[in-house]
Nanobody, 113 residues
Framework: QVQLLESGGGLVQPGGSLRLSCAAS????????MGWYRQAPGKQRELVAR???????NYADSVKGRFTISRDNAKNTVSLQMNSLKPEDTAVYYC???????WGQGTQVTVSS
């Protein structure tokens, strides 16, 4: 059984920070690159950042220098530290084993004054 549970979203003012976490079942976490995606209203889901099992990372240009993805292989968790948040970062954020169709419920991030 595959489980993905995202948490940490909320309402934050522009320039603020949030840290998202995703707990994944071990059977999926150990075998895949893990990614954070987001979907804003009326837009397609997009990849925000991803991280390999060895810690190599990639970021969307829109978040480079502001977001940091990390993973704890011992705890089967992947996190996304989001700093200098902008209104355009508002979306539902999901973690996903890259290349699979496994998705959690997502966590809402709203950046607004």
């Amino acid at each position: 059984q595959v489980q993905l549970l995202e948490s940490g979203g909320g309402l934050v003012q522009p320039g603020g920070s949030l840290r998202l976490s995703c707990a994944a079942s071990r059977n999926i976490f150990n075998n895949y690159v893990m990614g954070w995606y987001r979907q804003a209203p009326g837009k397609q889901r997009e990849l925000v950042a991803r991280i390999t099992g060895g810690g190599s990372t990639n970021y969307a240009d829109s978040v480079k220098g502001r977001f940091t993805i990390s993973r704890d292989n011992a705890k089967n968790t992947v996190s996304l530290q989001m700093n200098s948040l902008k209104p355009e970062d508002t979306a539902v954020y999901y973690c996903n084993p890259v290349g699979t169709q496994f998705w959690g419920q997502g966590t809402q991030v709203t950046v607004s004054s």
